[in-house]
């Protein structure tokens, strides 16, 4: 049977091949595609570029089809379907295409994969807070396992936007607020989810997103307008894009908002100039959800059918439920207004992808339900999971030593509204994730402590609640405690897509409930849940230790567990600046001098009147279970040639009486030159295990791409004069030593 099957598919490729227009071997890439498209209508090649929702499509059930998906796709006027979860629906879908339609084109079906699949991983902030590229690399690897095995060809991520506003919800979505960091975590992610080759059954493509700039929106506030210079732009947003795709992303898919008056979906400077000229991007353009269409509240088309026109003539090859191209793109090209041969571009962008996905030869990507059943939680991705998510949580303070807590204690309180939340604990676009697979932090904690041990809990209030009245039990439960863990923080929906806050403060009465605990002089150990960096000085002053553990996952009960009670040294640090106040945002470490920098002390400088301008935590910060000091910083050389690279080494001396892991990192400051420079650059970080009083030497290799900036001009270039060479363990506690770079 199996063998008839694969012959019946090779018949149909057969059938749709016949001697291609262009001069390419025959059984190429390129000539398959010209092949096929010499037999298309303009209307199934219209279809090829139109995306739409399993959802919407199908609203009234989520296993039942609705007649006019079936009836569009056997017309070939849909080239995939999103939201379709589950290889059975998948393959029921697709047979549609592939058995009922005249070409018989396959369609490719996209998800948001965003931080796993059914094992859901830690947010992508908390993810970057591991610093270990390759470790998400393989966390990325395990969503496309299950995704794939599932029916999903195309993943949604990574999103790779630059975020310095931690008002805006999808900062959660990101590696934060450095370039360099960000640019190693998309290429990590890209190779993750696609592996050696998109053909693979275990792989997803991937879809670098959201191009360009989307994370510096005016106010934080999701979709806003951006207002950046080209300067800005390139420096800062566009690196971790050109990362992924020089790591061979296959898709890129164009943002909300307007960069200088025009809107990303028609912005020909992004999507041709750069992108496809500068870069020699491959893939296909797709545009975010009917981003094609708000053109027109944008003000800048006048219909639909000028903002079907305006985006595919600027680049984009696919509509994501927007409606636009299905609309409109045949009666454009027919009326003459839009050239077929910009329609062929398009549709020839999106069938390469799918022969590269290898959909022609086997269009349900090896997807089944039983391959579906054994890939969902496999014990090996959940153990995963529990690794990523340790090494993502952050120690923000630890008073006295009080962590980690013996396992032996008499009683414990768990406290909070998160403690038991096992919804919240997956963190927003969870996949496929389900709760009922999730460990909250309180049963992580009755695991991991010995069976004597007594657990109060108790949840004093909600998340946003705005009364007091349920604090007494919490209150009696940590009374009766040796040491009480208290879970506060943000419900999940709090963070993402259309969840931006105006403040960064603990929501709801969660503080008071804080205060309350505090006035009993416990043991108190607070674990933050949220999505963002959270403005909490009260915490910082007065709690005597802090975790930090972002939406952690799948295992992220366990996960804390590991590291309240010393399974499991802290290692992570932050990724992006935690504020004292929401109104220093934006801040960020790699900020520019003014000509008056901050003085605390003198007035006419830029500073606050009423508070500080330094951060509560700053980038790249985060503590251990044992300390260390870093000493002698020596450079291979003081002066050297632009063209030449330089080594760096520090030593690294583990001063606590535990092993830990520290991430050493390492800053350049260009003092002088035809352009201001940021007043520090992360440019490289190596993660370090050292034994409890040994001393580890670090080196680094500085290249001339590590000490490039765009000049006035706008080229990429080494300029001579003197940098500040730093390293150290966060963005502001750093040794410092000079070089000089002289011309050739």
């Given at each position: 049977?199996?063998?008839?099957?694969?012959?019946?598919?090779?018949?149909?490729?057969?059938?749709?091949?016949?001697?291609?227009?262009?001069?390419?071997?025959?059984?190429?890439?390129?000539?398959?595609?010209?092949?096929?498209?010499?037999?298309?209508?303009?209307?199934?090649?219209?279809?090829?570029?139109?995306?739409?929702?399993?959802?919407s499509a199908s609203p009234a059930d989520p296993v039942t089809l609705h007649p006019d998906l079936e009836r569009r796709i056997r017309e070939g006027r849909i080239g995939s379907v999103m939201n379709a979860v589950g290889a059975d629906l998948t393959r029921r879908i697709q047979a549609f295409a592939v058995q009922g339609s005249r070409r018989k084109i396959p369609l490719v079906f996209g998800l948001d994969v965003?931080?796993?699949?059914?094992?859901?991983?830690?947010?992508?902030?908390?993810?970057?807070?591991?610093?270990?590229?390759?470790?998400?690399?393989?966390?990325?690897?395990?969503?496309?396992?299950?995704?794939?095995?599932?029916?999903?060809?195309?993943?949604?991520?990574?999103?790779?936007?630059?975020?310095?506003?931690?008002?805006?919800?999808?900062?959660?979505?990101?590696?934060?607020?450095?370039?360099?960091?960000?640019?190693?975590?998309?290429?990590?992610?890209?190779?993750?989810?696609?592996?050696?080759?998109?053909?693979?059954?275990?792989?997803?493509?991937?879809?670098?997103?959201?191009?360009?700039?989307?994370?510096?929106?005016?106010?934080?506030?999701?979709?806003?307008?951006?207002?950046?210079?080209?300067?800005?732009?390139?420096?800062?947003?566009?690196?971790?894009?050109?990362?992924?795709?020089?790591?061979?992303?296959?898709?890129?898919?164009?943002?909300?908002?307007?960069?200088?008056?025009?809107?990303?979906?028609?912005?020909?400077?992004?999507?041709?100039?750069?992108?496809?000229?500068?870069?020699?991007?491959?893939?296909?353009?797709?545009?975010?959800?009917?981003?094609?269409?708000?053109?027109?509240?944008?003000?800048?088309?006048?219909?639909?059918?000028?903002?079907?026109?305006?985006?595919?003539?600027?680049?984009?090859?696919?509509?994501?439920?927007?409606?636009?191209?299905?609309?409109?793109?045949?009666?454009?090209?027919?009326?003459?207004?839009?050239?077929?041969?910009?329609?062929?571009?398009?549709?020839?962008?999106?069938?390469?992808?799918?022969?590269?996905?290898?959909?022609?030869?086997?269009?349900?990507?090896?997807?089944?339900?039983?391959?579906?059943?054994?890939?969902?939680?496999?014990?090996?991705?959940?153990?995963?999971?529990?690794?990523?998510?340790?090494?993502?949580?952050?120690?923000?303070?630890?008073?006295?030593?009080?962590?980690?807590?013996?396992?032996?204690?008499?009683?414990?309180?768990?406290?909070?509204?998160?403690?038991?939340?096992?919804?919240?604990?997956?963190?927003?676009?969870?996949?496929?994730?389900?709760?009922?697979?999730?460990?909250?932090?309180?049963?992580?904690?009755?695991?991991?402590?010995?069976?004597?041990?007594?657990?109060?809990?108790?949840?004093?209030?909600?998340?946003?609640?705005?009364?007091?009245?349920?604090?007494?039990?919490?209150?009696?439960?940590?009374?009766?405690?040796?040491?009480?863990?208290?879970?506060?923080?943000?419900?999940?929906?709090?963070?993402?897509?259309?969840?931006?806050?105006?403040?960064?403060?603990?929501?709801?009465?969660?503080?008071?409930?804080?205060?309350?605990?505090?006035?009993?002089?416990?043991?108190?150990?607070?674990?933050?849940?949220?999505?963002?960096?959270?403005?909490?000085?009260?915490?910082?002053?007065?709690?005597?230790?802090?975790?930090?553990?972002?939406?952690?996952?799948?295992?992220?009960?366990?996960?804390?567990?590991?590291?309240?009670?010393?399974?499991?040294?802290?290692?992570?640090?932050?990724?992006?600046?935690?504020?004292?106040?929401?109104?220093?945002?934006?801040?960020?470490?790699?900020?520019?001098?003014?000509?008056?920098?901050?003085?605390?002390?003198?007035?006419?400088?830029?500073?606050?009147?009423?508070?500080?301008?330094?951060?509560?935590?700053?980038?790249?910060?985060?503590?251990?279970?044992?300390?260390?000091?870093?000493?002698?910083?020596?450079?291979?050389?003081?002066?050297?040639?632009?063209?030449?690279?330089?080594?760096?080494?520090?030593?690294?001396?583990?001063?606590?009486?535990?092993?830990?892991?520290?991430?050493?990192?390492?800053?350049?400051?260009?003092?002088?030159?035809?352009?201001?420079?940021?007043?520090?650059?992360?440019?490289?970080?190596?993660?370090?295990?050292?034994?409890?009083?040994?001393?580890?030497?670090?080196?680094?290799?500085?290249?001339?791409?590590?000490?490039?900036?765009?000049?006035?001009?706008?080229?990429?270039?080494?300029?001579?004069?003197?940098?500040?060479?730093?390293?150290?363990?966060?963005?502001?506690?750093?040794?410092?030593?000079?070089?000089?770079?002289?011309?050739?």
């Open positions: 049977m199996r063998t008839c099957m694969r012959l019946i598919q090779v018949l149909l490729v057969v059938s749709i091949v016949p001697v291609a227009r262009s001069g390419d071997p025959p059984g190429s890439l390129n000539h398959r595609v010209d092949s096929l498209m010499a037999l298309m209508t303009l209307e199934e090649k219209a279809g090829q570029l139109v995306q739409v929702d399993f959802r965003i931080h796993g699949f059914r094992t859901v991983f830690p947010i992508p902030l908390g993810e970057a807070s591991t610093w270990d590229p390759e470790l998400i690399m393989k966390a990325s690897r395990v969503a496309a396992l299950e995704a794939a095995a599932a029916g999903i060809h195309w993943t949604f991520a990574p999103m790779v936007d630059i975020a310095r506003d931690p008002r805006w919800g999808r900062i959660a979505e990101g590696a934060g607020e450095d370039p360099y960091l960000g640019s190693l975590m998309a290429a990590a992610r890209v190779r993750g989810f696609q592996g050696d080759t998109l053909a693979s059954p275990n792989s997803l493509m991937a879809c670098a997103k959201h191009f360009a700039a989307y994370g510096g929106a005016e106010g934080g506030r999701d979709y806003n307008t951006v207002d950046i210079s080209e300067r800005t732009l390139r420096e800062t947003y566009l690196p971790p894009f050109e990362a992924a795709v020089k790591a061979g992303v296959g898709t890129v898919m164009c943002s909300f908002n307007e960069i200088g008056g025009i809107p990303c979906a028609a912005n020909e400077h992004l999507l041709r100039e750069i992108l496809r000229q500068e870069w020699g991007f491959d893939g296909f353009v797709v545009s975010d959800w009917d981003a094609i269409p708000e053109m027109q509240p944008h003000g800048f088309a006048g219909s639909p059918e000028e903002a079907a026109y305006l985006a595919l003539r600027a680049g984009v090859d696919m509509d994501m439920e927007g409606g636009a191209y299905e609309a409109h793109l045949v009666s454009l090209v027919r009326s003459g207004r839009l050239p077929e041969e910009t329609l062929d571009s398009a549709v020839r962008h999106v069938l390469r992808a799918k022969f590269a996905l290898g959909l022609f030869d086997d269009p349900y990507h090896g997807a089944s339900a039983d391959r579906e059943r054994r890939a969902i939680l496999a014990p090996s991705h959940r153990a995963l999971a529990r690794e990523v998510a340790g090494k993502s949580l952050v120690l923000l303070k630890n008073a006295g030593g009080l962590l980690p807590l013996r396992k032996d204690l008499q009683s414990v309180a768990v406290i909070g509204p998160l403690a038991d939340d096992g919804e919240s604990i997956l963190g927003p676009w969870s996949g496929a994730g389900r709760s009922a697979d999730a460990v909250p932090v309180l049963e992580g904690i009755r695991r991991k402590v010995a069976a004597s041990t007594k657990i109060l809990y108790a949840r004093g209030c909600g998340v946003a609640d705005t009364s007091t009245s349920s604090f007494s039990g919490a209150l009696a439960a940590a009374a009766g405690a040796d040491a009480v863990v208290m879970v506060v923080g943000e419900e999940s929906g709090m963070s993402g897509e259309a969840a931006s806050r105006s403040t960064l403060g603990l929501p709801g009465v969660q503080e008071q409930l804080f205060e309350a605990v505090l006035r009993l002089h416990k043991p108190l150990v607070v674990v933050l849940m949220n999505g963002r960096p959270l403005a909490i000085p009260r915490l910082q002053e007065a709690a005597p230790a802090i975790l930090e553990a972002w939406f952690p996952g799948v295992e992220g009960g366990d996960a804390v567990a590991d590291v309240l009670f010393g399974d499991r040294d802290p290692s992570g640090k932050i990724t992006a600046t935690f504020p004292f106040s929401v109104g220093q945002v934006p801040l960020y470490y790699n900020h520019k001098n003014t000509g008056r920098p901050t003085i605390d002390t003198v007035k006419y400088t830029s500073r606050y009147l009423d508070g500080p301008t330094s951060p509560l935590y700053p980038f790249g910060y985060g503590l251990h279970y044992t300390s260390f000091a870093y000493q002698s910083l020596k450079l291979g050389a003081t002066r050297i040639r632009k063209s030449e690279g330089l080594r760096v080494s520090v030593d690294l001396h583990n001063t606590g009486s535990r092993a830990g892991e520290e991430t050493v990192q390492l800053y350049i400051r260009d003092l002088s030159g035809s352009v201001t420079h940021p007043v520090k650059e992360l440019k490289a970080f190596r993660k370090v295990r050292v034994e409890p009083g040994r001393t580890e030497n670090v080196q680094f290799q500085l290249t001339p791409e590590s000490l490039a900036l765009y000049d006035r001009g706008m080229r990429k270039v080494v300029e001579p004069g003197l940098f500040e060479v730093m390293v150290g363990g966060n963005s502001k506690d750093l040794l410092t030593a000079t070089l000089e770079v002289t011309a050739e």
